[in-house]
């Protein structure tokens, strides 16, 4: 009887062979990362065969100016084609297979096209011997791309005109976002478009657009290019010949920084270019799908109705007034004017995180370090070309303890954080805080490391803070230009630069285990 019920117990544990499959595919359903590669490689083939468009057309202006340079852009135009294509046949059988793409698979197209693009994009410095190491040449790739503008050079202006074009155009690029370039070409319309563009947007909320974010894309490629043509014209009818206005108009609009001149935009001592540039750095710090709003379907109201906006707008007059009052105070420049020019630039420049200077900061006093630290961090709206916290998480923080405040003396109340006259769901606050320690704890780390490398506590903390907000201009030893850091700490900051122009979540998140399950 014993013998009867143990064997009957034991044929009903032993499993059959289809239960066996079918549990041995389950087994590898919860271990597997069912990750589309496919489509990742085939976003960062496409970008990079759109990149070999930009490669050719600076080999062709270095033919225009009978200069040297043509053959490093050649071979790098030859070596990126190459990968592109090789990238799209592995990628080429995306939409047959019938594999969705999600968050995974757009966090990790943004960083592989980010990378790829700044790792060969950087060989025309390399082949061209205009930079001594390749960590140099990442260095100044990777700044662009991120639209930082902290460069290795110490004169600009001894380099060829498509090395300054290259320069110019990779912040252009970055300004508007790689993947914003991928959506608006025709071949990946609708395909996978939510997950890149929810990979790459900024800030705690964006317009949406979704299901014709393509069409969305090459709307705001056209606004961008406008707007980049726009200043060219303006630019050109000022001091600046048209080579200098093209390229000051892409690292403008694209709060970028670089410029063709080794003094910069000081070079050219002219008020009507500063007040120029200084309205456009402002316009690039502006949300552009909001732009869009204004542009395409005619609603201008709905930027200043815009919360973000006013608060933005009204952190920019109050740091000026108190630049202004403080330059004024120390009689810094000659006249009201000028005090009031030079702030005001500075000011737009560090909160847009463009990075132009018009001054040397250095002697503005240890105080003007400290509000500078502040600009640097939080910089422009979300949605804009500029780098930082934005202004909308700000807005969050400030609200949620505000919120904390009340609670503290009615412990009874139910409050909500109200964004544009709504309530922000509690999850959203939780990212937004999370969002900032993680950002924090990439400052402290960066921070530690560079002290380690030997450099001083405020080179160290004012060259993070700089990076991770993709500003470029820095406080200390490295505050006209980063040549004399050494090769391990330009890595580290142009890995910082990356992490901050995807928004620290996007590039850290992979090396999360938890990325890579199901």
């Known amino acids: 009887m014993c013998l009867w019920h143990a064997s009957e117990s034991?044929?009903?544990?032993?499993?059959?062979?289809?239960?066996?499959?079918?549990?041995r595919n389950k087994w590898l359903s919860r271990h597997s990362t069912h990750i589309n590669f496919r489509f990742v490689a085939l976003v960062v083939g496409n970008m990079c065969l759109t990149e070999t468009a930009f490669l050719l057309l600076c080999t062709f202006v270095d033919l225009f100016y009978g200069e040297s340079s043509s053959h490093a852009f050649l071979w790098t135009a030859l070596i990126m084609s190459g990968l592109g294509y090789l990238l799209l046949v592995l990628g080429k059988k995306e939409s047959k297979k019938g594999q969705k793409s999600g968050r995974r698979e757009g966090m990790l197209a943004v960083t592989g096209t980010w990378l790829t693009l700044s790792l060969i994009g950087m060989l025309p410095f390399v082949f061209g011997g205009f930079t001594e190491t390749v960590a140099d040449a990442f260095f100044e790739t990777a700044s662009g791309f991120t639209t930082t503008g902290a460069t290795i050079f110490t004169s600009v202006e001894q380099l060829p005109h498509a090395i300054l074009l290259w320069r110019s155009l990779i912040q252009w690029q970055g300004g508007i976002g790689i993947v914003l370039f991928t959506l608006a070409l025709p071949q990946m319309s609708g395909?996978?478009?939510?997950?890149?563009?929810?990979?790459?947007?900024?800030?705690?909320?964006h317009e949406r657009f979704l299901p014709r974010i393509a069409e969305v894309a090459q709307r705001l490629w056209v606004l961008y290019v406008g707007i980049t043509v726009l200043l060219t014209l303006l630019l050109w009818a000022g001091p600046m010949n048209l080579f200098d206005s093209l390229c000051h108009a892409l690292t403008c609009v694209s709060t970028g920084g670089y410029s063709t001149r080794n003094d910069g935009i000081l070079a050219y001592n002219s008020a009507y270019t500063e007040y120029v540039i200084t309205a456009f750095m402002f316009l690039g710090s502006l949300n552009m799908p909001l732009l869009y709003i204004a542009v395409f379907r005619r609603q201008p109201k709905r930027l200043l109705k815009e919360e973000e906006f006013r608060w933005f707008f009204w952190f920019v007059v109050g740091f000026t007034v108190i630049t202004f009052s403080w330059l004024l105070l120390n009689d810094i420049f000659p006249g009201t004017e000028e005090t009031f020019r030079k702030a005001l630039?500075?000011?737009v420049s560090l909160m847009s995180s463009t990075g132009y200077v018009t001054a040397d900061m250095n002697l503005w006093h240890p105080f003007f370090f400290c509000i500078g630290i502040m600009m640097m961090a939080v910089c422009g709206c979300a949605g804009s070309t500029a780098g930082g916290l934005k202004m909308s998480r700000l807005m969050v923080m400030i609200k949620n303890l505000n919120?904390?405040?009340?609670?503290?003396?009615?412990?009874?109340?139910?409050?909500?954080?109200?964004?544009?006259?709504?309530?922000?769901?509690?999850?959203?606050?939780?990212?937004?805080?999370?969002?900032?320690?993680l950002y924090l704890a990439v400052i402290i780390v960066g921070t530690l490391a560079l002290c380690l490398g030997g450099n001083d506590?405020?080179?160290s903390l004012s060259?993070?803070?700089s990076c991770i907000s993709n500003v470029g201009p820095s406080f200390g030893a490295h505050s006209m230009n980063f040549s004399s850091a050494g090769s391990l700490e330009k890595i580290i900051l142009s890995l910082i630069m990356l992490a901050g122009?995807?928004?620290v979540f996007t590039v850290i998140g992979i090396f999360v285990p938890s990325f890579w399950r199901k």
């Open 10 to 23: 034991y044929l009903k544990r032993k499993k059959t062979v289809p239960e066996q499959i079918a549990s």
């Open 191 to 205: 395909i996978g478009g939510s997950s890149l563009y929810n990979a790459e947007s900024t800030g705690i909320k």
């Open 345 to 347: 630039f500075q000011v």
């Open 403 to 437: 919120n904390e405040f009340k609670k503290r003396i009615h412990p009874s109340m139910v409050t909500n954080v109200r964004f544009n006259g709504k309530a922000v769901d509690s999850d959203v606050v939780i990212q937004v805080l999370a969002f900032i320690f």
């Open 457 to 459: 506590f405020v080179s």
């Open 463 to 465: 060259d993070t803070f």
């Open 501 to 503: 122009r995807l928004e």
